[in-house]
């Protein structure tokens, strides 16, 4: 079975760094691009960034320059090290793998002053 499991998150003020953690288990994880979402209250869930198999990365243009996705296929788990955090990076944060529909319960992120 497919698990994702989301972990790191916490309450900074603006201008501090978290680094999120997706430990996933039950796939192939190695060839499989993986991602980051993130949802608010009232809105839809939107992408964040993504990595693939080759280490290819993409980011959503409100995050570039200042978050970093990045993949350890030796442990199964994908990581998104957020610096510059700014009140509107405040979220659920989710993974997910790019073409399986399973998602974990995700970790809070709360940027205020």
């Known amino acids: 079975q497919v698990q994702l499991v989301e972990s790191g998150g916490g309450s900074v003020q603006p201008g501090g760094s978290l680094r999120l953690s997706c430990a996933a288990s039950g796939f192939f994880f190695n060839i499989y691009t993986m991602a980051w979402h993130r949802q608010v209250p009232g809105k839809q869930r939107e992408f964040v960034a993504s990595?693939?198999?080759?280490?290819?990365?993409r980011y959503a243009d409100s995050v570039k320059g200042r978050f970093t996705i990045s993949r350890d296929n030796a442990k199964k788990t994908v990581y998104l090290q957020m610096d510059m955090l700014k009140p509107e990076d405040t979220g659920v944060y989710y993974c997910?793998?790019?073409?399986?529909?399973?998602w974990g319960q995700g970790t809070q992120v709360t940027v205020s002053s």
């Open positions: 997910k793998a790019d073409s399986l529909n399973n």
């Open positions: 990595i693939s198999s080759s280490t290819y990365s």
